[in-house]
């Protein structure tokens, strides 16, 4: 094949990306001048080459020139050991971080589980979340929140989690919760659908 | 002015209609046939010759060709009479009755209060909503649900009422209430505003 | 049937109206006070009384008062009578106007020949077509211009015309064109289909 | 700075791509196993090693493992020699390529002129364009196609290509001509700006 048309190829894999823009990314690249191209792929070497999963909560970081084998949040001890976020994907802790509402430690499950999916546990890391949480137990945690997705397969996944770990949750006396439902910022009640709605309603708090 | 150019300037004035729709709107009407003209007019006038507000709910209603003066959800004695849900418009309270989650009574105030406005008081139908909040308290109200969007002048409007009511439901012990907030149907946690995550967060509950 | 929801069916029917816009045009009427509404149903009255079809063009017009049977544009002697513009819609004929770059007269088909349709000379006004073509001659007609949408629908009804007008046309020495092809304003040619392009290319002129 | 981060810029600085996006793109290579990762580097590698400007056209292609200097189109001797066409960007030969309605040869000027630079020699490939109008002179050159955007941009740099050729194509008897002008497959005649149909009335061409 020609080396254009792979490049394109290649882009054309990446997430949400066309093949008309595909092309363009790779015109945009071939056009760059030498030293822009090198930087961009020393970046992307040397971003593989230092970056690997957190051994506590698997999500991807860069250790640098370290031996780190812990996440900056994971490494962080001022946080509350009480808690633990599970959630779907490393994107979603940095969305829980700019929020800026959340203390605890997470944990990310690398995915979630169609719906009918046979073989759940092959999608999700939910050995090691296993795991994680029986060692969070030695250190106080009392409370796993599972911050995933409000569509089918999140609600499936969070359903699939409550059930695989509802004997290690018993044995240890740890609380299960799910996000709160209702209006998010920006809804207008006449768009809302009747689910969002029935949650706002059953979910409502005094006003201050 | 030219008539035609005049119908179109009405169809203008119809909410997020531009000049381009009105225009066409115009020209539909214009070549209907008789018969179908005839129609829309008469429908047009039938509806403004039969409608009226509820003197209860104060959102529009038909009367048909009978005297009454409540609509059907006002007049239907089987609803809680312990729950009063203020609203914006007429269209949220069919929004929240799709929802089958709410079987109390309704108070449409019939626009919200914008942040800078020095006169809330004409914005809304706030002396209409005292007075249905006292007679309601002789029939059992015990919690005002105030159903607003979540937005600015939503939230503005919220605080507004809640100030306003606040002699009057300390007197009669009334709770009000809001809609509860977190994450809406559909929503994913990557693509969440911090507020939203937050409140999702702040009210979190028990898995099932 | 609810007179309310009467009124929203009946805009329902508008052209490219939904449900919900439906229901907000009707709330929006029954909502406004009495001499708004007023206004509305006199401005649509006296539309449909004064409007009518321009017995030359067959474009809507308002004659007012006055019993005129021309409408604006073909009661205008100034302009070019060797020219004739065949348009399906109304509104074309203002697209047309406002561009400034046409200086004859027009004649609405109103409306277009789908591709499968068996009686064509039942969905445009054919037979006043042809009238109007010989009425012109007499007058200096010299060129019909088919400026029709450049879809398939649009084109296939120029073959349509330039089939039916042919023995007149070749009868009276009259020539018929249709609109140029190329770019059209803000094309930008890397999203250009290939048809464009081929069209631009025969039609390309020289640089002044 | 960390690796990630600065991965994440690098992909911010591709055409069209925002901060979430760029996200997207690095946390995509970064969780590809490593025999993916390869092959997309690889492949970058390999294009920029193999791809050049062709010395005729000055479009990227790629000679593999060849030292071939002309693109596939300019190594083409079945071509007309008597058309040169002149666009913006590789992807405009693309297009018309697509188009099937051109034989002749191409020239790529790389970009085109800001309606306010001052020195607009130094955006577009306008001394190897010269030269390549001359070289293609004595090859039977007998007219120049500006196929530039039909935007303000567009048509300025087509200015200034006629003015800065005049000299060399009155010298040797070239023409230069432009796309046509006119409706654009797809147009409806009621949406179009006024330019596009003065273009097309101008334009207009016999119906056969």
Do not use: W
């Amino acid at each position: 094949m020609d080396p254009i048309t792979k490049l394109i190829e290649e882009f054309a894999h990446f997430p949400g990306v066309g093949p008309r823009q595909a092309r363009r990314f790779a015109y945009y690249l071939l056009t760059r001048n030498a030293d822009t191209l090198k930087e961009f792929t020393e970046a992307l070497a040397k971003a593989k080459k230092t970056v690997g999963a957190c051994i506590s909560c698997y999500r991807l970081f860069s250790s640098g020139n370290t031996k780190t084998t812990h996440c900056m949040l994971c490494a962080d001890t001022h946080r509350d050991t009480s808690l633990l976020m599970v959630v779907a994907h490393d994107v979603d802790v940095e969305s829980v971080e700019k929020s800026s509402g959340y203390r605890g430690y997470y944990f990310v499950l690398g995915g979630t589980v169609p719906i009918l999916e046979t073989k759940p546990e092959e999608r999700i890391r939910l050995k090691k979340l296993s795991s994680r949480v029986k060692e969070a137990t030695g250190k106080g945690l009392k409370e796993i929140i599972l911050a995933l997705d409000l569509n089918p397969e999140g609600e499936h996944t969070g359903n699939f989690l409550t059930h695989s770990l509802a004997p290690l949750v018993k044995e240890h006396g740890i609380k299960i919760s799910l996000l709160g439902r209702g209006l998010s910022t920006g809804t207008e009640l006449q768009y809302s659908d009747p689910d969002t709605i029935k949650n706002a309603l059953s979910n409502r708090a005094p006003a201050k």
